[in-house]
């Protein structure tokens, strides 16, 4: 099975700066997808940015950008002009294109955003 | 609609109750997910249907009985539950692998707190 790192238990950041959460994986696979899922104190889990494996091109979505680096097997998340509604647990996840349907996630990073 | 919809929100069961969960989607979407999740923690994997077929079960005891009627609704049956189930249960749901262009995301429901006295 794959595994998924997140390093960083806990972050924090000040309002209006930028934060970058770390995600490694392993896999003996070439291509797959990965994600990043924010799940605030609310609790609904909502998909904030995906990556296909087979692009070079990172993925970016307004404020949230990655940094794929697929030899390194590293997939970070930078959050640019962080608002209190970024506080949240992020979820780095991984999917497999193939057979099955499972999702492999990390064990999350606590991102606090201070006013 | 983008969404998946879970009933109840909040249960509270004694060990010797018999409940079910309800998950609904309508997204056209073949695989179905159960996940277990405790506060600040991963969504642990307990069952995912592919086709309305169970095609996986993450050695789960079997007081959790999964039910997928038709392609739209997931069911998690509960009977004599234990108070460390005591949880935050999701259901998700993604397109199937199988089923043509992979690498959609999963979505999630907002989940059902369980409390087991």
């Known amino acids: 099975a794959q595994t998924v790192t997140q390093s960083q238990p806990e972050m924090s950041v000040q309002e209006a700066e930028t934060v970058t959460l770390s995600c490694t994986y392993d896999?003996?696979?070439?291509?797959?997808?990965l994600f990043w899922y924010k799940q605030p104190p609310s609790r609904q889990m909502i998909l904030v940015i995906r990556q296909e494996a087979y692009k070079q091109q990172n993925a970016t979505e307004n404020r949230f950008s990655v940094n794929f680096q697929k030899a390194a097997k590293s997939f970070s998340l930078k959050i640019s002009d962080s608002q209190l509604g970024d506080a949240a647990m992020y979820f780095c996840a991984y999917r497999s294109t193939g057979a099955g349907n499972q999702f492999y996630f990390g064990t999350g990073t606590s991102l606090t955003v201070i006013p | 609609d983008t969404e998946v919809t879970q009933t109840p929100k909040h249960l509270v069961m004694g060990m010797t109750n018999k409940k079910s969960l309800k998950c609904e989607q309508h997204?056209?979407?073949?695989?179905m997910y159960w996940y277990k999740q405790k506060a600040k923690k991963p969504p642990e994997l307990m069952f995912v249907y592919s086709y309305e077929k169970l095609s996986i079960n993450e050695s789960v005891p079997s007081r959790f009985s999964p039910e997928c009627p038709n392609s739209s609704l997931l069911n998690l049956h509960l009977h004599a539950l234990q108070p460390e189930d005591s949880a935050l249960y999701l259901c998700?749901?993604?397109?199937?692998?199988?089923?043509?262009?992979?690498?959609?995301?999963?979505?999630f429901g907002p989940g059902t707190r369980l409390t087991v006295l």
């Open positions: 997204m056209g979407h073949r695989a």
């Open positions: 896999t003996s696979e070439s291509d797959y997808y």
């Open positions: 998700a749901s993604s397109q199937s692998i199988a089923g043509g262009p992979p690498g959609n995301e999963q979505f």
